[in-house]
C-alpha cells in the first residue's frame, strides 16, 4: 500500500467511522452483475468511475453492484448507495 492510500485511508476513517474499513477491504456487492436489466457510469472529479449494475423486475429494484477503480470513499459510498436501493420500488430509490 503506497502512502497516499494510507493518507486516503486513514482520512476516509475520520470521515466515516469504524465501517470503512471493512468496506473498503471487503466491499458489498462489487463488481459487474451479468444479468443487469440497467447500468450507469459516471467518472468523479479526481478521476475514478463508478459503475452502477441493477437488476429492475417490474419497477422493484431486486439486486444489483458496482464496480469502481477509486478509492475507499468510492467503494463505501458503492456500498451504501445498494445498500439503500435494492428492494425499493424505483420511485423510492431515487428518493435517496
Do not use: Q, W
Request: net charge negative; charged share 25%; glycine share 12%.
Amino acid at each position: 500500500m503506497s502512502e497516499l492510500e494510507k493518507l486516503i485511508g486513514n482520512l476516509t476513517h475520520k470521515s466515516y467511522g469504524s465501517k470503512d474499513r471493512e468496506m473498503n477491504s471487503r466491499p458489498i456487492k462489487f463488481g459487474r452483475l451479468p444479468e443487469a436489466t440497467a447500468s450507469a457510469r459516471v467518472t468523479g472529479p479526481c478521476g475514478e468511475t463508478v459503475e452502477f449494475y441493477l437488476h429492475i423486475e417490474g419497477e422493484e429494484i431486486k439486486d444489483g453492484s458496482f464496480f469502481t477503480d477509486g478509492c475507499g470513499a468510492s467503494k463505501l459510498c458503492g456500498s451504501l448507495a445498494l445498500m439503500l436501493a435494492i428492494g425499493k420500488n424505483l420511485d423510492g430509490a431515487a428518493m435517496y
